[in-house]
């Protein structure tokens, strides 16, 4: 097998292991979106009238903290299952809106952009799940192209470096659930990583990626690119942010 098959095969089995809508991991997801927003809303705190896009909402987690602080926002992810999920639980919040996008639909989240006066653009957990670094690329490439029109702030979360350990990320898990009272949810979850389709997906590979491509790319495309550390649970991990 060459290695672009092997390359498609592992894009479309994540893409099919999300598709499924797994509710495995979700009190541990929970836990560790809400660490996040917590946190962003801290060190760069959520505006009355931010415009947000939420790439990559899984179960509408970001949206529930973020829905009431924001004046707009708008969730995309690849599951249908997962807006089915979002729009019903949040059918009367007037400020939200939805939709399913296929990977990659890069004039897709730009006409959303530029349609709903999006300034924020927040992207948790979900890179390494692409199918390689081109399609990174692309994506910080095609928000460039939107620029002009509408400048906005690209918040692209809980990176995976090449040397992430992954004990540190289990011992971070470990202190965010354990050490917050949430046992249950974290043994539950290691039946779940251990026993189910997450682990023969996940042996296939993540996309793991070193600071320095964002750096570069930063310099390559004269954006303003900012590594930050400790935004989310994961202590091995880092975050981007790039001003468009
Ligand atoms: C670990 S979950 C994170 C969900 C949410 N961002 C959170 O942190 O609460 C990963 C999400 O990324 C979505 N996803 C995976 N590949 C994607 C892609 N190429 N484009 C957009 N979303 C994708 C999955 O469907 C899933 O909802």
Not at 6 to 12: E, F, K, R, T, V
Not at 110 to 125: A, P, W
């Amino acid at each position: 097998m060459d290695n672009k098959t092997l390359i498609d095969q592992n894009q479309s089995t994540w893409e099919s292991f999300w598709k499924k809508n797994p509710t495995g991991f979700d009190s541990i997801m929970k836990q560790a979106t809400l660490y996040f927003a917590k946190t962003l809303n801290k060190k760069y705190p959520i505006q009355p009238d931010d415009h947000i896009l939420d790439l990559g909402c899984g179960p509408g987690f970001l949206i529930d903290y973020l829905k009431d602080k924001c004046e707009l926002i708008h969730g995309i992810d690849i599951s249908e299952k997962y807006i089915e999920i979002c729009k019903e639980q949040y059918k009367d919040q007037k400020n939200l809106s939805i939709s399913v996008n296929n990977s990659y639909d890069h004039d897709g989240y730009n006409q959303i952009i530029v349609e709903k006066k999006i300034n924020k653009v927040i992207m948790l957990s979900v890179l390494q799940y692409y199918k390689d670094l081109d399609e990174v690329r692309n994506l910080i490439l095609y928000l460039k192209k939107v620029s002009g029109q509408q400048s906005f702030r690209c918040i692209l979360a809980d990176i995976i470096p090449e040397n992430n350990s992954v004990i540190a990320d289990l011992k971070s898990i470990i202190k965010n659930s354990v050490g917050k009272g949430h046992t249950i949810d974290f043994i539950k979850f290691l039946f779940y990583v251990f026993f189910s389709d997450y682990r023969n997906t996940k042996k296939n590979g993540m996309l793991h990626i070193n600071e320095s491509f964002f750096t570069n790319l930063g310099q390559e495309l004269d954006l303003k690119v900012q590594i930050v550390k400790n935004l989310t649970v994961h202590s091995g991990r880092y975050s981007v942010i790039i001003d468009y």
